[in-house]
């Protein structure tokens, strides 16, 4: 069989949203009677692991091979699954620190004749590719440059979700006039010790005394951090769990009252399951997307993590927890914003000759 190759980097650093969309992708283009196979840099091996965990082929390359090797090693394993399609989701700080070089990247796959699809989550300029999906709201207002040469995928219409996420879309969702359940999952990593900080303010303030609370800690979180979260929980005043990963993630935003999230993907996901979300931006270069994300009414953003007080940030989770009209609110309108259609949106776009 004919396979498409998706190519797509994660690590502590970079975080996992991409690695989790991309395998949602994958998910939908298997249910669409196609197969993808994943090519990756080595830089955890926890990413690959999670990928053939989740049941799919993934080769890696080199974790500091050149531009150019990237591009030569890419087309080979492309070659040898002859794949028509490559998929691309590479835009990330460290890759969007070379524009050019990524450019010449992208222009190097596409040049092969490869049917190009390129997933771009933080610039909004001109990419030589056939799809261009950016699935970020407010996007859909901004010029690429790119004239008729791509077609354009812009917007959380095509936002890519698990399969947990679209089942979540259709459940009815109850907004509680009493809130007590406070779920705190920054996403897959968490360098910056987000999700500690944020543990640390709730159970020093008397404002969010007795919660129920869980904590995801995220892939990333060694031993030493989880020992010492479990060290500042010791007296706190309310029930807590401490859960290693994010399977059930979903499940988990349907329990939560409120939950605190990072400033990435994940908040899309608060959006899709109508679940009120305080937003804490992980990285600088994501403060203007969430700031245009708090412009809808879904989730209430906070500043970079480096700038915000932690009166802030449990006056914005009590604040939350005691409005169950504003928290309804922002269930409506999260999940007006997205429906949970984004892939089967996609797949549509792409050409059947092109998957022949």
């Known amino acids: 069989m004919k396979k498409t190759v998706i190519r797509v980097d994660g690590s502590a650093e970079i975080g996992m949203g991409h690695i989790m969309r991309c395998l949602a992708l994958a998910r939908g283009i298997e249910k669409a009677g ?22 799919y082929n993934v080769k890696t390359i080199p974790a500091d091979c050149s531009w150019n090797d990237d591009l030569n090693l890419t087309l080979g394993y492309s070659d040898r699954c002859r794949s028509k399609i490559i998929i691309t989701d590479l835009g990330n700080a460290g890759n969007m620190a070379q524009p050019d070089e990524y450019r010449h990247y992208l222009q190097g796959l596409k040049n092969s004749g490869k049917y190009l699809v390129a997933i771009d989550d933080l610039v909004k ?21 790119t004239g008729e040469s791509s077609r354009l995928l812009l917007g959380p219409a095509y936002f890519i979700f698990r399969q947990e996420f679209i089942d979540a879309a259709r459940e009815n969702r109850e907004i509680k006039d009493k809130a007590r359940n406070l779920l705190i999952a920054i996403g897959g990593t968490d360098p910056l010790d987000v999700v500690g900080r944020v543990v640390r303010a709730v159970v020093q303030s008397s404002e969010t005394r007795g919660l129920n609370l869980r904590i995801v800690l995220g892939m990333d979180c060694a031993a030493s951090k989880k020992q010492e979260m479990e060290a500042a929980l010791k007296d706190y005043a309310g029930q807590y769990e401490l859960l290693p990963g994010s399977d059930n993630m979903a499940e988990l935003m349907l329990w939560s009252d409120v939950t605190v999230t990072g400033g990435g993907l994940t908040k899309y996901e608060v959006a899709v399951t109508g679940t009120p979300g305080v937003v804490i931006p992980q990285y600088d270069y994501l403060i203007k997307l969430n700031e245009e994300f708090d412009r809808t009414g879904a989730v209430l953003s906070l500043g970079f993590i480096d700038i915000i007080t932690d009166e802030a940030i449990v006056g914005a989770i009590a604040g939350l927890l005691g409005d169950a009209v504003r928290r309804r609110e922002m269930s409506r309108k999260g999940r007006e914003l997205v429906d949970g259609r984004g892939i089967e949106r996609i797949i549509a776009e792409i050409p059947e000759e092109a998957w022949a």
């Open 125 to 145: 300029m001109s990419l030589p590719a056939d799809i261009i999906i950016n699935p970020h709201y407010g996007v859909e207002k901004e010029d690429y440059g």
């Open 34 to 55: 196609k197969r993808a196979d994943f090519l990756v840099r080595d830089y955890d091996r926890k990413v690959s692991e999670i990928i053939r965990h989740n049941g």
